[in-house]
């Protein structure tokens, strides 16, 4: 079956700049619901460029950024974009460098998602602090 709202561009290793080119297709496609970037290297920087369309994704249900190398200052800027994403019901961060800044950034962003089923922060640095 073929999923007209669902966007699955893993492992291309598109990189940060890949991911700044992708966010701009991405801001038209508001119906999107899932979304699926994982393994693709786009660090901070790409995080932060996906950041600025991913508000606009009102109906995004599943979102998986996981094995992109992005540490605190990428999840804190897609942090701040997750709360208006109320329908998100899976998120997918594993293996990243996500600390235990990163974690408290997302904690914030997280708060007010009452579909959230699904979090995977499997295989970061998170330590005790993080997950307080």
């Known amino acids: 079956m073929v999923c007209k709202r669902c966007l699955r561009q893993g492992a291309n290793h598109i990189g940060p700049i890949g991911a700044a080119e992708l966010s701009k297709g991405l801001a038209g496609l508001s119906l999107l619901q899932h979304l699926d970037l994982a393994s693709n290297c786009v660090g901070d920087v790409g995080a932060t460029e996906l950041s600025k369309c991913l508000g606009g994704l009102l109906h995004l249900q599943h979102l998986s950024l996981a094995r992109n190398k992005i540490r605190d200052a990428g999840v804190s800027e897609l942090s701040k ?52």
């Open 81 to 132: 974009v997750l709360e208006v994403l109320l329908q998100l019901q899976h998120l997918s961060l594993g293996e990243n460098q996500i600390g235990d800044a990163g974690a408290a950034e997302l904690s914030k962003g997280l708060a007010g998602l009452s579909q959230l089923q699904h979090l995977d922060l499997g295989d970061n640095f998170i330590g005790d602090a993080g997950a307080a």
